[in-house]
């Protein structure tokens, strides 16, 4: 069985910052769009640590940054989403239209 190299890492975090770009460009819902944006994190956060290992770089630490900054997304997005969704009564991205004119 081949050792895991670092070309593995970056195949499976391409493959989560696509399903994570195909969610935000193509879903309505805002739920699955804030999944989707941590997806993408969760791939940049791959990426990171991949070339860490391989370059003997930081990566650890601003993938820690970025785990902390996709926690605060989260939660001002969860919060935001129950603002609009008790004023709306929806969650679809189509139909937020309060900064409209």
């Known amino acids: 069985m081949a050792p895991i190299s670092t070309l593995h890492y970056l195949v ?8 994570g770009t195909i969610g935000v460009v193509t879903r309505r819902n805002i739920v699955i769009i804030l999944m989707s944006i ?15 290992r391989l370059y003997n770089l ?10 902390a900054d996709a926690a605060a997304e989260a939660a001002v997005g969860l919060g935001i989403l129950i603002a609009f969704f008790r004023n709306k009564e929806t969650v ?3 139909e937020v239209d309060l900064l409209k004119w």
């Open 38 to 52: 941590e997806l993408i994190l969760n791939a940049v956060n791959l990426n990171l640590v991949a070339f860490s």
């Open 12 to 19: 499976v975090a391409a493959a989560l910052f696509i399903i």
């Open 92 to 94: 679809n991205v189509d």
């Open 58 to 67: 930081q990566g650890q630490i601003f993938s820690i940054f970025i785990i």
